[in-house]
């Protein structure tokens, strides 16, 4: 924050900048950039807290890598920038000689909120930090606290794999690929089959990746700006738990279907939650039930959306199939298959060896009846062998009824509108 000075810190420890030279817009010894000889001139009115003025002089480097002293109400007006030793103005030269003052301070900090036992940190924007200061600083902290994790917010795909080597972060968000490829699937703006890319084109590092379909910065799945309703979410959220042995994130609310569509303040009605204003929800109010944390408020629709999110995420974890197991995509074997539409619905494998689960989804708006082909090269990777037929027996679903197909006779299955199954397969 443009004004954060702290109220705890420890003794000894100097505050961020308290040795900066502002006479210079750059010093490798600096924590901030300065903008010499000018005032900040924020481009809105500034309400007066007790009578008192915030004043900026020399004008700090926005957030944003804004570098004006007039930020707009767009730029990140609340922040500044810190100086981890790159010289911006002048090509981005980097003064890593000798180990900048911000990155000790920011060790430090992380290894102050380490000693709390939490368990990792989600770095905002990563890449707007050196990877040199990654590189230099994860070892550190993890050679005292080996557990922790460090996940990444990274919007290039390019960069990925230089962000996990080295043993520098645990997982990167997996944004710009199988989330945004199953919204546009969910929203029908483009095949189910697309899905198959995105899991190839980071195939090698997939198990490093956090699937999710919710987070602060994007829309709810409920809100008007994506699927109007969250019991058009399960499709996506099978795919993206349960496609590999990868971490899943659920956002707070998600599994009630919140909106996200109150108008808070700043952020206003945008389908998303608390982007950057603090605000509580009427669905996590109501599960909150005055500190009960049960279900009396919730309708009907909300307990039958929490119970498949419970129910799926137990899976993930029971289930030694999708918990450990290998990916076999099930698109190839079902292209040409006229009873399987490939543009809404997706087939996978999960398993081990000794357990096999089969996961259907359908992201179309109706109901539909699908034969899913599941050729002997499938059976061969598991190592299952062909005794000649098998049972699929639903686990997401109330039914007890099996399914018995062979590879010669391909399971006929009936697929929920937006919805999935998983079935456990087992030799007959």
């Not at 007790?50 to 730029?75: L, M």
């Not at 980097?94 to 911000?102: Q, Y």
């Amino acid at each position: 924050a443009r004004n954060y000075k702290s109220i705890n810190r420890p003794e000894g420890v100097d505050e961020f900048g308290c040795n900066d030279d502002t006479s210079v817009a750059f010093s490798p010894g600096n924590n901030f950039y300065y903008l010499p000889g000018e005032e900040l001139e924020i481009q809105f009115p500034v309400k007066k807290m007790a009578d008192v003025t915030y004043r900026e002089s020399p004008a700090k480097v926005t957030g944003n890598d804004c570098f004006t002293n007039k930020p707009t109400p767009y730029d990140w007006y609340e922040t500044v920038k810190l100086n981890y030793g790159i010289d911006i103005q002048n090509g981005y030269i980097k003064h890593f000689s000798k180990i900048p003052d911000t990155w000790n301070k920011m060790r430090d900090v992380l290894i102050y909120w380490s000693k709390k036992n939490i368990d990792g940190f989600r770095v905002d924007m990563a890449e707007m930090v050196p990877l040199e200061f990654w590189r230099w600083v994860i070892p550190q902290v993890k050679k005292e606290f080996p557990k922790i994790l460090f996940l990444a917010e990274i919007y290039n795909p390019d960069a990925y794999r230089l962000f996990l080597a080295h043993d520098n972060f645990d997982y990167l968000y997996d944004k710009v690929g199988l989330y945004d490829v199953l919204r546009d699937v969910a929203c029908g703006y483009r095949p189910s089959s697309d899905i198959t890319f995105a899991l190839n084109n980071v195939g090698d590092i997939q198990h490093k990746m956090l699937n999710f379909i919710e987070n602060h910065d994007e829309q709810r799945v409920a809100s008007d700006y994506f699927l109007k309703d969250g019991k058009h979410g399960p499709a996506a959220m099978i795919v993206t738990a349960c496609v590999n042995v990868n971490p899943v994130m659920i956002y707070f609310g998600q599994e009630l279907g919140e909106r996200g569509m109150d108008e808070e303040g700043f952020s206003g009605k945008n389908g998303r939650t608390s982007i950057f204003d603090y605000w509580s929800l009427d669905t996590v109010r109501r599960w909150n039930n005055n500190g009960k944390w049960d279900d009396t408020l919730l309708t009907g629709e909300e307990r039958a959306l929490q119970k498949f999110y419970a129910k799926l995420l137990t899976l993930c974890n029971r289930e030694r199939a999708l918990s450990e197991g290998l990916f076999y995509d099930l698109m190839p074997a079902n292209y040409d298959n006229f009873e399987f539409d490939s543009t809404k619905q997706f087939a996978f494998l999960r398993g081990t060896g000794d357990e096999l689960i089969l996961a259907v989804v359908n992201f179309d708006n109706k109901e539909v009846d699908v034969v899913v082909n599941i050729p002997t090269h499938a059976m061969d990777f598991f190592g299952i062998p062909d005794n000649g037929s098998f049972n699929a027996f639903p686990l997401l679903s109330d039914s007890k009824f099996n399914t018995v197909f062979s590879i010669d006779s391909p399971i006929r299955i009936k697929v929920g509108a937006t919805s999935g199954e998983l079935y456990k397969i087992s030799s007959c």
